[in-house]
């Protein structure tokens, strides 16, 4: 594929591994609340945004209850939490040389913008990201990740055919073609695509070297 100058990244399964962070303050959250969770807390429930989240976990679109574990949560992972987050081998090197390559690299994350902004400062990488887009960036808040991509290209002005997303989760490759970018969808994280979410058009990569081929491809 020919080279695109703007990168836009997912981050949760992406670039960090941030599931033990994400999922030890989800359990303190709800001990701190003594709210029994309706299901298992694993893996399988990060991507989506925290209140999605809680509100699954809990069994509840209650907003009294989904805003106190909110806070809990917060409380926690705003705190000392995040510093538990770990880079995917091979993610720091990969941004390094894409970066040195004069690509314009950027976030657009279902995280919130708190501790997108501490994991990028306490990772090292908040000097490769000329743009860090969240839902909760905007008041109000955006909608979606589709919602969010647009913005992002909307307000740095760049067109589509000079972008590509990257991402590892169906709704990530959705939103990417929602907004008529390329998807890669990288298959390291724990939300990996299987074969039938695969859609036509979509790219695969297996590791952050493979990645890199692809992006730096001239």
Known sequence: MPRTPHILFDLDG???DSAPAILASFREAFAQTCITPAMCIDESVIGPPLTETLQLLSGSDDPVRVAQLAEAFKASYDSEGYQATAAYA??????????AAGLTLSIATNKR???????LEHLGWAGFFAHVYALDLFTPRLPDKAAMIARLLADQ?????????????????ESADANGLPFVAVTWGYGSLNADEM?????????PAALAALLLAV
């Open 199 to 207: 859609r036509t058009g979509w790219r695969v990569a297996a590791q």
């Open 90 to 99: 091979g993610v720091g090197p990969l941004l390094a040389d894409l970066a």
């Open 14 to 16: 992406t670039l960090i």
């Open 157 to 173: 002005n760049i067109a589509q055919d000079q972008a590509i997303y990257i991402g590892d989760r169906s709704e990530d490759g």
């Open 113 to 119: 913008i708190r501790p997108t902004r501490l994991i």
